[in-house]
């Protein structure tokens, strides 16, 4: 064999492995662009979800259909949808309790305005004054029971004892009549109703 055929033989090897390396490389790079490039994609998708979640519209859909479930992203978007719809029914909750504690306060601020208003065009002030304070008493009773309520979503333990239903009725019975004194009110049934729970 000649030797000059056989080191251009080995030149054409060298060159072909050379052009092999240029082009898988070549290809990699390409690859791994793509790849980088679509991952960055996705994370820049999820940053800007983390930027545009607003109290008012908490609840995010599913952002990365198209990603494996085991993906990086994927379980941190994934995060962030069960984070946000934790948020959501909280604030749900929060604003329905505000609605709630408006609602109970109203009452008697407008019993205790009227009944203001009523002394000074009356001038029946030694009569009127226990009424002023019973609605004073009321404001006082929803504040505690709203302590109470804080006090119980921080323990899993509630204190329960005996309470007279009939008690708890006739009293709010009185309330109303303050309100509304044209309406008359019967009560029939068991005059001690006990139930067992947190008052």
């Known amino acids: 064999m000649d030797i000059s055929s056989a080191i251009e033989n080995q030149i054409d090897l060298v060159r072909i492995t050379l052009i092999a390396m240029l082009v898988s490389s070549g290809l990699g790079y390409l690859i791994s662009m793509v790849v980088v490039k679509r991952s960055l994609r996705d994370l820049h998708t999820l940053a800007e979800k983390v930027q545009s979640i607003d109290i008012d519209s908490l609840q995010q859909s599913r952002i990365f259909p198209h990603l494996p479930e085991h993906d990086e992203i994927q379980i941190v978007s994934r995060a962030l949808q069960e984070m946000t719809e934790k948020m959501d029914l909280q604030v749900a909750t929060i604003k329905q309790f505000v609605a709630n504690v408006s609602h109970e306060f109203k009452t008697p601020l407008m019993s205790l305005q009227s009944t203001i208003d009523v002394a000074e065009k009356v001038k029946q002030y030694d009569q009127l004054f226990p009424k002023i304070r019973e609605q004073i008493g009321m404001m006082h009773r929803l504040l505690d029971t709203l302590t109470t309520v804080m006090q119980i979503q921080k323990t899993t333990t509630i204190k329960k004892e005996s309470l007279g ?22 009560s029939s049934g068991e005059k001690d109703l006990q139930i067992i729970t947190h008052q």
């Open 165 to 186: 239903v009939t008690l708890i009725i006739s009293s709010v019975l009185d309330s109303i009549r303050l309100l509304h004194p044209e309406i008359i009110f019967t």
